[in-house]
């Protein structure tokens, strides 16, 4: 993903998959939320602790990366825009 976003000339482009990439974060954790609550109702229970909290941790924890990276990748493009130039 880090070489394909370097690429991208458009700032929209980069920005709409930046934006893409922090909402699929929070809906993959979404959708692990929603598939603990169906098992549980069936009788199937995931121990994730009190009020499911290692499950917000790792949440956060994805998503403090999520931000790294497109910030790292946003550092790397303006060192390569500077090395252009």
């Known amino acids: 993903m880090h070489g ?10 980069f920005i709409l998959i930046s934006i893409f990439y922090i909402i699929g974060t929070y809906i993959y954790f ?3 939320n929603q598939i603990d609550q169906k098992l549980t109702v ?5 121990e994730f602790g009190h009020a ?8 956060l924890i994805c998503l403090i ?3 790294i990276n ?5 550092v790397k493009r303006k060192q390569i825009n500077k090395a252009c130039h």
């Open 4 to 13: 394909y976003l370097l690429k991208i000339k458009s700032k929209l482009l």
């Open 42 to 46: 069936n009788g199937i229970y995931l």
């Open 70 to 74: 497109i910030v790292l990748i946003l």
């Open 65 to 67: 990366v999520t931000i």
């Open 52 to 59: 499911n909290l290692l499950l917000i941790e790792l949440f």
């Open 30 to 32: 979404e959708l692990i």
